[in-house]
């Protein structure tokens, strides 16, 4: 891995365009995966989302958040008054990765050394949008963009992630709101998902 982040650094590249060529021309980590699913949105937005990894949605459409845990979270953030598509959305581990069960693929969460090899690329990318504020949707993408573990439901909220030209958020991924079996509690951590959201937008405004 260390060469390898010593590989992509000597690529230097001059634009998002140019990270996500190389981006694209990677191979996974972990064979499987159709295709690395780039960022999304435009440089100089405002606010930035980083998620974990895609999905099998994400993998086969190439785009970041288009499955169930996408759809939710669009719904969340029009709810909360943000437009989708100014926003940049991206995630920490650019490729899917999966265990085959049928013809189901079954999302596996990377390791800690997966989104580390994949930080050196989050961290350019974030610097060519240049967003106002960043938000961790879940523990994975605390870790890449803190470079470390950290308790998430404790650090809901504003949070610096050291040394960062940006201000930073934390709240839960999406497919957190999915998973969870009790409907009451499900409309709760939805409308606080929502609440976190019109939140980041008074932030970022
Ligand atoms: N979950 C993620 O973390 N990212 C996606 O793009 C889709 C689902």
Not at 16 to 39: F, M, W
Not at 142 to 169: E, M, S
């Amino acid at each position: 891995p260390a060469k390898a982040v010593a590989a992509m650094a000597d690529q230097n590249p001059a634009s998002l365009d140019a990270l996500n060529a190389i981006i694209k021309r990677s191979e996974p980590l972990v064979p499987g995966a159709t295709q690395a699913v780039l960022g999304e949105g435009p440089v100089g937005a405002a606010i930035a989302f980083v998620g974990e990894q895609p999905g099998d949605q994400e993998d086969l459409q190439g785009r970041p958040f288009v499955g169930p845990a996408g759809q939710l979270f669009s719904r969340a953030m029009e709810q909360a008054g943000l437009s989708r598509g100014d926003a940049y959305v991206t995630n920490a581990v650019k490729h899917f990765k999966f265990t085959q069960r049928g013809k189901r693929r079954i999302h596996e969460k990377p390791t800690a050394g997966e989104v580390s090899h994949y930080r050196w690329w989050l961290e350019r990318e974030l610097d060519f949008v240049h967003p106002k504020i960043v938000v961790a949707l879940g523990a994975t993408a605390v870790l890449a963009l803190a470079g470390k573990a950290v308790p998430i439901t404790r650090n809901r909220g504003p949070f610096d992630f050291g040394g960062k030209p940006f201000q930073g958020f934390i709240t839960v991924h999406p497919s957190y709101l999915l998973r969870l079996p009790d409907e009451e509690a499900k409309a709760a951590a939805y409308e606080a998902f929502v609440d976190d959201l019109r939140r980041i937008g008074e932030l970022a405004a």
